[in-house]
T-cell receptor
Framework: GAGVSQSPSNKVTEKGKDVELRCDPISGHTALYWYRQSLGQGLEFLIYFQGNSAPDKSGLPSDRFSAERTGGSVSTLTIQRTQQEDSAVYLC???????????FGQGTRLTVV | DAKTTQPTSMDCAEGRAANLPCNHSTISGNEYVYWYRQIHSQGPQYIIHGLKNNETNEMASLIITEDRKSSTLILPHATLRDTAVYYCIVSDPAAGNKLTFGGGTRVLVKP
């Protein structure tokens, strides 16, 4: 694809349910980032994958959040037992190795009701 | 990661240059300065980056002070479509190039 693709674009879920958010990075990009943006707020770093290195999970807010990246390509962010405070836009970005720009997807808007 | 400090907001007149300052006084020698912007309801968009030399591309110019403790993003002829939140980030590509966004500057271009 031409850019970073995220799906679904919108997700409404009931409190307590699990959700999975998908990110398809640009082909060949070794780095993949997940961010969260609550309404009117800045971007909150969640997790970062770089090649075969161990992911940087320092931004995950609780153990209900996890992410994996299969085959160095597609990534899935999973939120278990969703809470209303999880409502936000979840953004994914990818970049190639070195001093390069990161390309962002359009995000998944998650609403927990 | 080194932190950055930016003004919360600023206004700019359409057609005039917009000068956006960023302070990164604790930047390390290997860290680059990156600028991104986020237009309402869209994902962030890369603008420009630099290490110590001034840089220019089709979108903007980046002026980095000699001591590298601060920089200025210049939009030479602001248009209404440049209204966005502008983020200044410092990151070391050799250390993984993790991008940590601060609060940014909310720029409003007025006609």
């Amino acid at each position: 694809g031409a850019g970073v693709s995220q799906s679904p674009s919108n997700k409404v879920t009931e409190k307590g349910k699990d959700v999975e958010l998908r990110c398809d990075p640009i082909s060949g990009h070794t780095a993949l980032y997940w961010y969260r943006q609550s309404l009117g707020q800045g971007l909150e770093f969640l997790i970062y994958f770089q090649g075969n290195s161990a992911p940087d999970k320092s931004g995950l807010p609780s153990d209900r959040f996890s992410a994996e990246r299969t085959g160095g390509s597609v990534s899935t962010l999973t939120i278990q037992r969703t809470q209303q405070e999880d409502s936000a836009v979840y953004l994914c970005a990818s970049s190639s190795q070195g001093v390069t720009e990161a390309f962002f997807g359009q995000g998944t808007r998650l609403t927990v009701v | 990661d080194a932190k950055t400090t930016q003004p919360t907001s600023m206004d700019c007149a359409e057609g005039r240059a917009a000068n956006l300052p960023c302070n990164h006084s604790t930047i390390s020698g290997n860290e680059y300065v990156y600028w991104y912007r986020q237009i309402h309801s869209q994902g962030p968009q890369y603008i420009i980056h630099g290490l110590k030399n001034n840089e220019t591309n089709e979108m903007a110019s980046l002026i980095i002070t000699e001591d590298r403790k601060s920089s200025t993003l210049i939009l030479p002829h602001a248009t209404l479509r440049d209204t966005a939140v502008y983020y200044c980030i410092v990151s070391d590509p050799a250390a993984g190039n993790k991008l940590t966004f601060g609060g940014g500057t909310r720029v409003l271009v007025k006609p």
